[in-house]
């Protein structure tokens, strides 16, 4: 539909003669985004007979065999080789790259639709679709198609190799018996190419339709082999007007920009820079882009006559009319222009465009001023002042609050901070040392017991005060009890005493306590063997001491003493905790044992007296 569009209003151009809107329908341009004509879908949606498009002038090999229409669509092919087999019609086609294989709704079909455009453009091959020949020239243009039709333009064709291996032309690799090749008759039948290889020596594109030019027996596309002889025009896309190219390059004064920056401080400590953005001029070939500035260069497009009249400019050719300004379309020949991203702007346009508003008069920076920036705004370098006392700042260390900018004493004086050590305030550049909510100068950030700068050291608060670490160990840590060292890891706490594990350790025997059973005397840890042997009470069964460690129970008895389990009947060995005992010298027996044994003796007169066990 769009193309459909396109071809009624070209021909309503053509018939009521509306030059201005047939050139911007024809234009090699999008007028809108800028694109290229060839990067838009607007392809062929008729079938294309390469033979017709280059016109019956051309004298093709008269044994060449070209496909029709019929047979490409019916293989499923916008295009095919002509006098082929269906099979060899996909031998061919293997050997391409999928994306550049003409298949119907593919991208390849697409492909060949753009070098179509590009590699045969229709104002290259006939008069007709020319705008921008004089009528002088039209004989020079039918002669320099005359003779390009018949000594350079040709039709290649497949050819299956029947005889033992031959080079392929271009990268000299085999092309073995039985295999195919493209043969291109003005360069004799036993030369042959393999089908990737058929290629433009300037573009390396593979030669649509396998169309084809030879010069200096080297292959080309029909724009590149133009190219070769004449200077085309970079906007409408036509060649010049002139019998020969001309190698044509003009020296011009370049405004070179050069860019500077200064470095500074602020108050809160970040690194404030302004770029200062200027031009100088230099010798430099016109239309040459300084990209590394940032800032493109300003160069003069010249015209060059030389049998019809053209401009050099951006290392390109240009109809002198055609050389424009990229947003307005005006002319820029004999004037001054910017390249910005490869494209030209005329002054007004760059500067209306791309040129950045002042922040203190609000006006354009013109390309010809010096634009200095801090951050995202910019000044001219007139305007670059103090916002208080007006002074320039150019060159000067500056200050920055609230979208404004100051002098260093300006600044300093409504709103630099002041130190928590000294009270002094923080002069402009001064390095600042702040801890949370406290800042001070670098002098005065020091330990308060030593005095000693702490700069990038560690440190501690305690208390609005700031101690180095030797000083606060010294001070606040905790030590041990017994070797009055700092305990730094690690320790023991014994009655509200800190100690080292290491030196919590038995009165006695010096075995370490941490994390065993142990009790004290007079103040005193002892492990539970030594308090037995030297404080425990000792049991009268077992001689063995009674520690009470762990809850342990124990019987006395005047001063005698037993273990819970020892406190047995000497007899029968009964348990007497909790029962009545009767002493028999130094043995303890229970009330039946004793009873026996005055049976015994036939003396009940003198039944000895019933003690009672009592647990402690």
């Not at 093709?60 to 229409?69: A, G, I, Q, V």
């Not at 724009?223 to 025009?233: D, F, G």
């Not at 130094?586 to 009592?614: G, M, T």
Request: charged fraction near 25%.
């Amino acid at each position: 539909m769009r193309l459909s569009c396109i071809r009624i209003l070209e021909l309503y151009c053509k018939v009521f003669n509306q030059i201005e809107l047939y050139d911007l329908i024809i234009r090699k341009s999008c007028s809108t985004c800028k694109c290229p004509r060839e990067s838009h879908d607007v392809f062929h949606e008729e079938w294309v007979n390469v033979k017709d498009r280059i016109g019956c002038k051309v004298h093709l090999n008269s044994d060449l065999k070209l496909s029709t229409r019929e047979q490409s669509i019916s293989q499923g092919y916008s295009w095919i080789p002509g006098g082929l087999t269906p099979n060899y019609v996909q031998k061919y086609f293997s050997t391409l790259p999928a994306s550049k294989v003409p298949k119907l709704g593919t991208p390849g079909e697409r492909y060949r639709d753009r070098q179509l455009l590009l590699q045969l453009p229709k104002q290259d091959l006939a008069l007709a679709y020319c705008k921008h020949v004089d009528s002088v020239h039209h004989a020079s243009y039918e002669d320099f198609v005359t003779a390009r039709n018949e000594i350079a333009l040709d039709i290649g064709y497949i050819k299956v190799n029947p005889s033992n291996a031959v080079k392929c032309q271009r990268c000299k690799g085999a092309i073995g018996g039985g295999d195919i090749g493209v043969v291109a008759p003005k360069f004799g039948d036993d030369v042959m190419w393999h089908p990737a290889c058929f290629s433009c020596d300037s573009c390396s594109e593979l030669l649509v339709d396998l169309t084809y030019c030879v010069h200096d027996e080297e292959l080309y596309c029909e724009r590149h082999y133009a190219e070769q002889l004449k200077p085309r025009c970079a906007a409408c896309d036509e060649m010049a007007d002139v019998e020969v190219q001309m190698q044509i390059t003009t020296e011009r004064k370049v405004r070179k920009v050069k860019k500077s920056t200064k470095r500074r401080e602020s108050q809160d400590g970040t690194v404030e820079t302004v770029t200062i953005t200027e031009s100088s001029e230099s010798n430099n070939q016109a239309g040459t882009n300084e990209k590394e500035n940032q800032r493109p260069a300003i160069t003069q497009a010249d015209d060059v006559n030389v049998g019809g009249e053209y401009t050099k400019a951006m290392n390109k050719d240009w109809h002198s009319s055609h050389f424009c300004c990229w947003q307005c379309d005006e002319s820029l020949t004999g004037h001054r222009y910017v390249l910005r991203d490869d494209h030209p702007y005329c002054i007004s346009c760059y500067e209306s465009v791309f040129a950045n508003q002042c922040e203190e008069c609000n006006k354009i920076i013109g390309i010809d001023s010096k634009d200095l920036s801090y951050k995202d705004k910019h000044w001219h370098e007139a305007c670059f002042l103090c916002s208080k006392c007006r002074v320039s700042l150019v060159d000067k260390q500056f200050g920055a609050k609230a979208d404004k900018i100051y002098c260093g004493n300006c600044y300093d004086t409504q709103f630099a901070s002041r130190c928590d050590g000294c009270g002094e305030i923080f002069r402009a550049g001064t390095k600042k040392m702040e801890y949370k909510t406290r800042q001070w100068h670098e002098k005065c950030f020091c330990c308060c017991v030593c005095s000693t700068p702490i700069g990038t050291k560690s440190f501690i608060p305690r208390e609005q005060e700031i101690y180095c670490a030797g000083c606060y160990e010294d001070k606040f840590a905790t030590r041990c009890t017994k070797c009055n060292k700092i305990i730094t890891t690690g320790g023991v706490t014994y009655k509200n005493e800190p100690w080292h594990r290491e030196c919590f350790t038995c009165t006695h025997c010096n075995t370490s306590l941490a994390g065993q059973r142990f009790t004290s005397r007079d103040e005193k840890p002892y492990c539970a063997e030594c308090f037995g042997e030297l404080f425990a009470k000792r049991c009268t069964s077992c001689s063995k001491p009674i520690t009470g460690i762990g809850g342990t129970r124990f019987i006395s008895f005047e001063d005698r003493h037993w273990h819970n389990d020892c406190f047995v009947c000497a007899t029968c060995k009964s348990s007497l905790v909790g029962r009545g005992f009767i002493t028999d010298g130094d043995d303890i027996i229970c009330p039946e044992c004793a009873k026996q044994k005055l049976i015994s003796r036939n003396d009940q007169s003198s039944y000895p007296r019933l003690h009672r066990s009592k647990m402690n």
